[in-house]
């Protein structure tokens, strides 16, 4: 019960929600022969966190056919729509706790951007020293740089959102085109940071709290994080001055008030 209840958390954490019920309640039937012969068909069960992590990972992955990124409803949407100019609006003034990418893709060569996904991770935790307890933002599908919005919304034969004085790609067509649908995209994604130098409190962190948003026809992928107490990225300190990750010299003066 507790591997299909996570399993199924995970999705809606994820932003999806059931699709096909008659499907979903069909694949349950010898879901625990078929996927659970680790703790259902032994007569001494081993059960651990590595254990129950693997099984969540694999229920999850049998029964994600039946749930969908449906449409967010129009509450969430006109939210959205509103809470972006405010947003948009801090991220200026406290450029420290928020940031943009464009997308995690090499646009020249059409493949995956690994360091992409590593410089947000970085990001996030120079973000949680920067400020401890209060929460940093990035935001994925908006352009920090106006030539680079225009000419790959133009390869993606794509329009452009506007808002104050941002360029907002989204992230669909891009998945569309290079990861064949926006699961495989965010699959990418979260395999990613699952793999990063982070503790796994904060990576945890990072995974539960990221999720989609829409503003006017386009989705973007917020990743929102905090933290009470120093977080290390690859056994390093970093923190946030203005829009740069800064190297905290370990030792140094600097390095005891983190």
Not at 179 to 199: A, G, H, M, V, W
Request: charge should be neutral.
């Amino acid at each position: 019960f507790l591997v299909i209840f996570c399993s199924i958390a995970n999705l809606f954490l994820d932003g999806m929600t059931l699709s096909d019920e008659n499907g979903l309640s069909k694949k349950f039937n010898n879901l625990g022969n078929n996927e659970l012969l680790e703790i259902t068909n032994k007569s001494k069960v081993v059960w651990n966190k590595e254990v129950r992590n693997r099984l969540i990972k694999r229920v999850k992955n049998v029964i994600k056919p039946y749930f969908s990124y449906a449409p967010r409803s129009n509450n969430d949407y006109n939210q959205w729509n509103i809470k972006m100019i405010n947003f948009l609006e801090k991220a200026y003034t406290e450029e420290q706790m928020y940031d943009f990418k464009i997308g995690i893709t090499n646009f020249k060569t059409g493949t995956f951007n690994k360091e992409c996904i590593s410089k947000i991770v970085e990001t996030l935790a120079a973000m949680a020293n920067t400020k401890p307890n209060k929460e940093g933002y990035i935001l994925l599908g908006i352009p920090n740089d106006d030539d680079d919005a225009i000419s790959i919304s133009s390869k993606l034969h794509t329009n452009l959102e506007y808002c104050r004085n941002y360029k907002i790609l989204g992230i669909e067509d891009e998945a569309n085109t290079y990861y064949k649908d926006i699961d495989s995209y965010l699959k990418r994604i979260k395999e990613t940071i699952e793999n990063e130098p982070i503790s796994n409190t904060f990576k945890n962190e990072i995974l539960t709290k990221c999720h989609p948003i829409e503003y006017k026809d386009k989705l973007l992928y917020l990743f929102v994080c905090k933290s009470d107490e120093p977080v290390y990225y690859d056994k390093k300190l970093y923190v946030r001055y203005g829009s740069h990750n800064h190297k905290v010299e370990f030792a140094s003066d600097e390095f005891s008030t983190v």
